[in-house]
């Protein structure tokens, strides 16, 4: 058995196709005839799915192309290696196991193959024998994340431009690890840039990307913890402009509101320090260790509990916190639970409630 086909894997499909598509591109650059190249798509959401896709692979494999090149087999977009109802099937681990043995009988100085699958649960046999006698990739290392800084350096290069640390993780944390929203505000920032060696900094991707999975709240939560009363005014008017419901920034405020508590206590006890560089995340792990009983075992991303998020996005909250003193943020959620009810009770009036509130925290 040759180790010559390859596997690659990863728990985000975006970077396993990305991967896959530049190997495929390199291995198919020379090749004259159409009919030495050949894609076949494994996305399966039943058995007979699965046994459509590898009867088609097993045919792609066994087709030599008309003029003695050697041929290049993709099979891509594999979902049927997850631990999920298909994949546990009775049917499917049939069809793996004759995945297993064309792949185990192909002559790999005939045809080289490439296998892309995502998710793929790494406890079972078939993944273990392909990184024991493959050339096995696992696309963005083991997280889901993991990935991405290195997408997004290799996207900028792409692309002319350069980004600035602190952009590149408010972008992380606005597309929620999201690799193809990632690539989609990069191309769209350095479009607007418009030329090369420009650089992203931060108060760019404040600006153009969106908050994605909270809407488009970012740039009123952002102005009202600067503090700034016209800026807040400013971004309510323009959510207002797109929007009818001001709920939900309601919720985004409160939810900002409960980490900064959190921090202001942990500042007033001592237990976090504020540098040049924001928070010590030797401080974080340390107070997480103390404070751990008290937030139960769920390690989930809350609002509720401000060791489960990102230590730059705390530092980057807690810049302004010498002017939010316990009081001033106890008296912020009281008065979000104000404006909330007000919200209710005066359904056509929203952007008036919302300007109140503003006037009342900031003015």
């Not at 985000?12 to 530049?22: C, G, I, P, Q, T």
């Not at 994340?145 to 290799?154: A, P, W």
Request: net charge negative.
């Amino acid at each position: 058995m040759s180790k010559e086909f390859t596997f690659i894997c990863g728990a985000d499909d975006f970077l396993v196709s990305r991967m896959a598509k530049a190997l495929f591109e390199e291995k198919t650059r020379d090749l004259t005839d159409d009919f030495s190249r050949e894609i076949v798509n494994g996305t399966s959401s039943k058995v007979a799915d699965v046994e459509i896709a590898v009867g088609r692979f097993r045919q792609a494999v066994q087709t030599l192309p008309l003029f003695g090149e050697k041929k290049v087999v993709w099979l891509k977009e594999v979902n049927f290696l997850a631990d999920s109802v298909t994949g546990r099937a009775e049917g499917t681990l049939a069809q793996v196991e004759l995945l297993k043995d064309i792949l185990e009988n192909t002559d790999p100085q005939g045809v080289d193959i490439i296998v892309s699958a995502s998710p793929v649960d790494r406890r079972r046999a078939f993944p273990k024998w392909c990184e024991k006698n493959t050339g096995f990739h696992l696309a963005g290392g083991k997280g889901k994340d993991s990935g991405l800084q290195q997408l997004i350096e290799e996207e900028c290069k792409q692309l002319g431009v350069s980004i600035t640390r602190d952009a590149q993780e408010l972008l992380e944390i606005k597309v929620s690890g999201n690799t193809r929203l990632a690539i989609e505000e990069l191309r769209k920032m350095a479009t607007y840039l418009g030329g090369e060696n420009e650089a992203i900094d931060d108060s760019l991707v404040a600006e153009m990307v969106p908050e994605f999975g909270e809407s488009n709240f970012f740039e009123t939560a952002e102005a009202f913890y600067s503090l700034d009363l016209q800026w807040t005014l400013e971004a309510i008017r323009r959510h207002f402009f797109h929007q009818k419901d001001g709920r939900g920034l309601i919720t985004t405020l409160q939810g900002r509101n409960r980490l900064l508590i959190q921090l202001r206590v942990l500042h007033d006890a001592g237990e976090i320090r504020l540098g040049g560089r924001g928070l010590s995340s030797r401080d974080l792990q340390n107070a997480a260790q103390t404070y751990a009983r008290h937030f139960g075992e769920n390690k989930d991303k809350s609002n509720f509990n401000v060791f489960t998020q990102n230590p730059w996005y705390l530092g980057r909250l807690a810049g302004n916190i010498g002017k939010l003193p316990l009081r001033k943020l106890i008296d912020f959620q009281t008065r979000f639970l104000e404006t909330f009810e007000a919200l209710l009770q005066r359904p056509d009036e929203q952007e008036a409630v919302l300007r109140d509130l503003a006037v009342r925290c900031l003015g």
